[in-house]
């Protein structure tokens, strides 16, 4: 039975995470090695809450409770060890999440399963940095956390039918729709039929075909999406798509699957999104999005 829930990283996805965890009854830890962000992702995570509360999604009550049930903490041992399931949403760098998932596993209860977040590793690539790799999976949840409903839930080789079974079952506890692959593939479901309307509205960019600003008109005017690819990339952090990218060019050695050209030299920049405050887009300090003359950004 999972009581208490561990979520690894308290960036933009992990700490929304960890509330979509604390909202549905579960007490929640949010572990982080910087405790210098925890101050503002509290506070983000209220000001969230609050305007959930004011178009009447959510209950005073229920976030008041949500928020009691989240704690923020640098002690992973002492975090790791209560864990009845853990979550890691750390940054996309394989060495990192191993380093993370061997050390977790020394840590946690026996029954303790380990997911990864990732949709860029698989979970063979996580699992034999530990000793119970029938307990490790992936629970691929979708930016903004709080808000979006898909969870892709990918079973590795080695990955049991309980753990399989009791992730799916959490997901649905959480609100959300499972979405179960039965056969590990780097990207998934979502991010593979994404990451190619990306590659292809990068190669239109690059190929001075149309600005940034008008193939985004276009995804969200014509083919009705939410949001253009590239206005995307902004929320969800340049580098992740890159560090993606990386990695499967690593693996495959083919050049379609390396990042582009531009991807690279933004992320050399550190010109990574919303979170920097500029990326194909630039940002004021209120979030107002605003075009790039430098790259044809006008819409």
Known sequence: MISTILVIGAGAMGSQI???????????????????????????LRNRLDRRVSNGSVNAPDRDSA???????TDLDTAAASADFVIEAATERLPIKRYLFAAIDKLAPAHTILATNSSGFVPSQLADATTR???????????????????????????????IATTVALTERLGKTPVVLDKEIPGFIANRILNAVRD????????????????DTACRTALGYPMGPF?????????IGYYT???????????????????????????????????????????????????RGES
């Not at 292809?200 to 193939?215: H, K, P, Q, T």
């Not at 206005?231 to 580098?239: K, P, R």
Request: hydrophobic share 35%; with cysteine; aromatic share 10%.
């Open 18 to 44: 960890g509330m979509v965890c604390a909202l549905a009854g579960y007490t929640t830890a949010v572990y982080d090695v910087d405790a210098s962000r925890f101050g503002e992702t509290t506070r983000d």
């Open 67 to 73: 928020l009691a049930r989240l704690s923020f903490t």
């Open 133 to 163: 790799p029938d307990r490790v999976c992936n629970m691929h949840f979708f930016n903004p956390a709080l808000v979006m409903k898909c969870v892709e839930v990918v079973r590795g080789p080695q990955t049991s039918d309980d753990t």
């Open 200 to 215: 292809e509205a990068i190669f239109l960019f690059e190929n001075d075909i149309a600005s940034v600003g008008a193939i």
């Open 231 to 239: 206005e995307l990339m902004d929320l969800t952090g340049i580098d």
């Open 245 to 295: 990218k990386q990695a499967r060019y690593t693996e495959s050695g083919d050049l379609k699957d390396a990042p582009s050209g531009s991807v690279t030299a933004l992320v050399e920049r550190g010109e990574l999104g919303r979170k920097s405050g500029i990326g194909w887009y630039a940002y004021d300090a209120d979030g107002t999005k605003k075009p790039r003359p430098d790259f």
